[in-house]
Structure formats: C-alpha cells, structure tokens
C-alpha cells in the first residue's frame, strides 16, 4: 500500500539553527499539507500546496519558515532560525485532490525539540 | 475562531469494553467531517469521511454517526481490545481547503 514517507522520523536542533523536512507525498496526490502538532493540541495546518502552488499559507510564521514544492511532487519544510517554542511533531500529508471529502493520507512525521 | 471540541480527553477501558467519544464542532458551513485514528509511533489513519446529516458509518468494531444541525459526531467502539489504543482525532471541514482538528481523545484499553 502507497504511504506518504517523511524524513528525519526525529531531530534535535538548537535553537537559532536552520533545520528542515522532506516529505515524499503518495504518487498521483496532486495535494499536500503540512501540519503541526504541539503536545496536547490537534495538528494546525501550516501550508497546502496544490501541484506546486501554494494554495494556503496563512498559518505559516513566514519570517522564519519556508516550504516549496517545486516540481509538485516532493516537498522540504525549513525553519531558519529554529526557536525553542518550534518543538512540535511536523506531519506531511496528501490527498488526490483539494476538497471536503478527500481523504487525507498522513505520513508517520518528524519530531522536532529545539534546545 | 473556529473550535473543534473533543470529549473525553482521555479514557481508560478494560478489554471487551464498549466505549464512545464526542466530537462537537460548528453548525454552520458544514462540509465534512473526519475521524482518524494515531497509534503511537506511527502515521495517522483515517477511519472515516462523513459529509450526510444523519451518515452512519462503520468499519468492523467502529463506528460514527454524524448530526449537522447540532454540530456533533459520535464514534464508537464495540468490544474494545488492546490494539485499540490510539489518539482518536475528529476534524472538521468547513469548505475552502482546510481541516481544522479537535485535539483528540487519547484511548487505553487493559487486557
């Protein structure tokens, strides 16, 4: 069965370092997410990529982080500097399509501590 | 402010066990809502879609129903077991592209 593969599965960082994420999405998903999740919350969308356009990026801190998606396959999420209020689980998912009623496909994230 | 509410935050059940979890969530703007079910160490995995006022929806012990007009869905599970213990997590969709998530219901079942 397709996943959505992500890696590093886990980092260690200190703060005011570059750190970033790769996520491989399912093959044919033209639609890509990436989430955050801080302990104790539900993931919060950070940006939707549709092929390689930014779809949604409005809860994305974009003094310090970027995403691109540039040939609408794979994608890299960077934070540059990392802070220590950063320390989150950072999952990627994908889906065909964009729509209510498609199912998003998560990958297993990376845990990020920022010391 | 949109507000996914999940309860209870957490829950404890011996094996064999039925149990169930709410999601409330706005009335308003409905467009879907999802269950996904976390186990520790590994990727999210969605258990349902549901877009129908009145849907019920079921996958082997798991089910859901879902009510639009009050804004609440409700998961269950019948006859619990150990490898049930997961974050279930239910997130709405409002129209436009996003999923807004409850914080989750953390399930642990003792055999």
Same mark, same amino acid.
């Given at each position: ?46 940006? /939707? ?21 540039? *040939?609408?396959?794979?994608? +890299?999420? *960077? ?5 220590? %209020? ?11 399509? /964009? %729509? ?8 297993? %994230? +990376?845990?990020? +501590?920022?010391? | 402010? @949109? ?7 957490? @829950? ?17 703007? =409905?467009?879907? @809502? ?10 999210? #995995? ?10 019920? !929806? !079921? ?15 409700? @998961? ?6 150990? #490898? ?13 592209? !996003?999923?807004? =998530? ?10």
């Amino acid at each position: 069965e397709a996943e959505v593969a992500q890696s590093p599965r886990y980092k260690i960082t200190e703060k005011s370092q570059a750190v970033a994420f790769w996520c491989d999405p399912i093959s044919g998903h033209a639609t890509l997410y990436w989430y955050r999740q801080i302990l104790g919350q539900g993931p919060e969308l950070l940006v /939707q990529f549709q092929d390689e356009s930014v779809v949604d990026d409005s809860q994305l801190p974009k003094d310090r982080f970027s995403a691109e998606r540039l *040939k609408g396959v794979d994608s +890299t999420l *960077k934070i540059q500097p990392a802070e220590l %209020g950063d320390s989150a689980m950072y999952l990627c998912a994908s889906s065909l399509s /964009q %729509g209510a009623s498609y199912e998003q496909y998560f990958g297993p %994230g +990376t845990r990020l +501590t920022v010391t | 402010i @949109l507000n996914v509410e999940q309860s209870p935050q957490s @829950l404890h059940v011996q094996e064999g066990d039925s149990t169930n979890f709410t999601c409330s969530f706005p009335s308003s703007n =409905f467009y879907a @809502l999802h269950w996904y079910r976390w186990e520790t160490a590994k990727s999210p #995995e969605a258990l349902f879609v549901m877009t129908l006022n009145g849907d019920e !929806k !079921k996958k082997g012990r798991i089910s859901a129903t879902l009510n639009t007009k009050e804004g609440y869905s409700y @998961l269950y599970i019948k006859g619990s077991q150990p #490898e049930d213990s997961a974050t279930y997590l239910c997130a709405f969709h409002r129209g436009g592209n !996003k999923l807004v =998530f409850g914080a989750g219901t953390i399930l642990r079942v003792k055999s």
